[in-house]
């Protein structure tokens, strides 16, 4: 009795296999170690290792008795829950849960970063096309740079499937990476003095907001969505039906659940499914690494995008209503993760320098332009295609 007889696994091992073994590794490393995304990229990383051990009956394999497929957990996963988009989707009612608008309220203005801190996603879509990716696989890298894991989800599972792997795994690393990624971006695009601009208490009120205000929100932005652009009511309005749930005042329960358990759940049912496209003959490519270099682009030209967006508003800005250039770096999906990066960075430069509240608002302002943005994608790809 050979080799392969007894130890199938071990005889069908290649290379490939131990290199998607070791990126598992390190996900798990990164989420431990580093505290970077945890709740994703663990379970990201022990399933990377459960498909890229040969035979894993954790995917769809063939029965060599019968000639007959096993369907695999982690296969009946995806197909019931990505394929279907239901996971990125409970996932965007869980955050419409932890959001609160009442900081876009009160800095209304600062809602323009989400929409500057996209432009990275449109210019990264324009050069993927020019190496050769068609409109929609170039759509579904180019969200990428949102830093928004479930729009990146939604749109590669409608869009470029084959691609869903790879794209995954930069949109969610990326969020993470946050933290080491936006800082040298962001010195190089500013001088000291304009790190050290105070936000005007203008832009630091604390006018109550009415609770009307704050219920109205969600159903009228649903509402405008359904009528601009239909294909992207079910990113908006999820993400709004869950902000619904948290505003109204008679589903706190519902709310906190939303907040935590749907949350948790979801998110480790996500990232262990996700895994399932992580196998070494999809992931092994030489496009993997393009996708990946084209996902760092994306992203750190939407940080570029708000950033040279708060520059340019101030030339139109009196001296002692300047905005902080770094608060454009804010309009990314990274929420609040972005905010608290941009603080402690305004908080190194000067101790005295409180920037957290502008940057939150300018932060809830891009997991709205993110979403905004997979939706105009989700509408515009298929009449280009």
């Given at each position: 009795?050979?080799?392969?007889?007894?130890?199938?696994?071990?005889?069908?091992?290649?290379?490939?296999?131990?290199?998607?073994?070791g990126v598992g590794?390190?996900?798990?490393?990164l989420?431990?170690?580093?505290?970077?995304?945890?709740t994703?990229?663990?379970?990201?990383?022990?399933?990377?290792?459960?498909?890229?051990?040969?035979?894993?009956?954790?995917?769809t394999?063939?029965?060599?008795?019968?000639?007959?497929?096993?369907?695999?957990?982690?296969?009946?996963?995806?197909?019931?829950?990505?394929?279907?988009?239901?996971?990125?989707?409970?996932?965007?009612?869980?955050?419409g849960?932890m959001?609160?608008?009442?900081?876009?309220?009160?800095?209304?203005?600062?809602?323009?970063?989400?929409?500057?801190a996209?432009?990275?996603?449109f210019?990264?879509m324009?050069f993927?096309?020019?190496?050769?990716y068609?409109?929609?696989?170039?759509?579904?890298?180019?969200?990428?740079?949102?830093?928004?894991?479930?729009?990146?989800?939604?749109?590669?599972?409608?869009?470029?499937p084959?691609?869903?792997?790879p794209i995954s795994?930069?949109?969610?690393?990326?969020?993470?990476?946050?933290?080491?990624?936006?800082?040298?971006?962001?010195?190089l695009?500013?001088?000291?003095?304009?790190?050290?601009?105070?936000?005007?208490?203008?832009?630091?009120?604390?006018?109550?907001?009415?609770?009307?205000?704050?219920?109205?929100?969600?159903?009228?932005?649903?509402?405008?969505?359904?009528?601009?652009?239909?294909?992207s009511?079910?990113?908006?309005?999820f993400?709004?039906?869950?902000n619904?749930?948290?505003?109204c005042?008679?589903?706190?329960?519902?709310?906190?659940?939303?907040q935590?358990?749907l949350?948790?759940?979801?998110?480790?049912l996500l990232?262990?499914?996700?895994?399932?496209?992580?196998?070494?003959?999809?992931?092994?490519?030489?496009?993997?690494?393009i996708i990946?270099?084209?996902?760092?682009?994306?992203?750190?030209f939407d940080?570029?995008?708000?950033?040279?967006?708060?520059?340019?508003?101030?030339?139109?800005?009196?001296?002692?209503?300047?905005?902080?250039?770094?608060?454009?770096?804010?309009?990314?999906?990274?929420?609040?993760?972005?905010?608290?990066?941009?603080?402690?960075?305004?908080q190194?430069?000067?101790?005295?320098?409180?920037?957290?509240?502008?940057?939150?608002?300018?932060?809830?302002?891009g997991?709205?332009?993110?979403?905004?943005?997979?939706?105009?994608?989700?509408?515009?790809?298929p009449?280009l295609?």
């Open positions: 009795m050979g080799l392969e007889e007894l130890l199938p696994a071990i005889a069908g091992m290649t290379w490939q296999h131990l290199v998607m073994i590794l390190i996900l798990i490393y989420a431990i170690a580093k505290n970077y995304e945890p994703l990229l663990l379970p990201m990383g022990f399933g990377a290792i459960l498909v890229n051990i040969p035979l894993s009956s954790a995917l394999q063939i029965d060599p008795a019968t000639g007959q497929a096993v369907e695999g957990v982690l296969n009946v996963f995806f197909e019931a829950g990505i394929a279907t988009e239901i996971f990125p989707l409970l996932i965007f009612i869980a955050i849960a959001i609160d608008f009442s900081p876009l309220f009160r800095n209304p203005s600062l809602l323009l970063f989400g929409a500057a996209q432009f990275g996603i210019l990264t324009m993927a096309t020019l190496l050769g068609d409109i929609r696989e170039a759509a579904s890298i180019g969200i990428i740079g949102a830093a928004d894991g479930p729009t990146s989800i939604v749109v590669a599972s409608r869009f470029a084959n691609l869903l792997g795994v930069a949109a969610y690393s990326y969020m993470a990476l946050v933290p080491i990624i936006q800082p040298p971006v962001i010195r695009l500013t001088s000291r003095k304009e790190r050290l601009i105070r936000m005007s208490s203008a832009t630091h009120n604390n006018k109550k907001i009415s609770k009307k205000a704050l219920i109205a929100f969600p159903i009228v932005i649903t509402i405008a969505a359904g009528i601009i652009a239909p294909s009511l079910s990113l908006i309005g993400l709004m039906f869950g619904l749930i948290r505003e005042g008679v589903l706190n329960k519902l709310s906190q659940s939303a935590n358990e949350s948790s759940l979801v998110t480790i990232g262990i499914t996700i895994a399932s496209t992580m196998t070494a003959d999809r992931f092994i490519r030489t496009d993997t690494l990946i270099a084209l996902g760092l682009f994306a992203f750190i940080t570029f995008g708000g950033v040279i967006f708060a520059k340019f508003l101030n030339l139109f800005r009196k001296e002692d209503n300047k905005i902080n250039p770094m608060i454009g770096a804010c309009g990314i999906s990274a929420f609040p993760m972005s905010a608290r990066v941009i603080h402690q960075m305004g190194k430069e000067d101790p005295y320098n409180y920037l957290l509240m502008p940057a939150i608002s300018a932060n809830v302002g997991q709205i332009g993110s979403v905004v943005a997979g939706g105009i994608i989700l509408t515009l790809v009449l295609a």
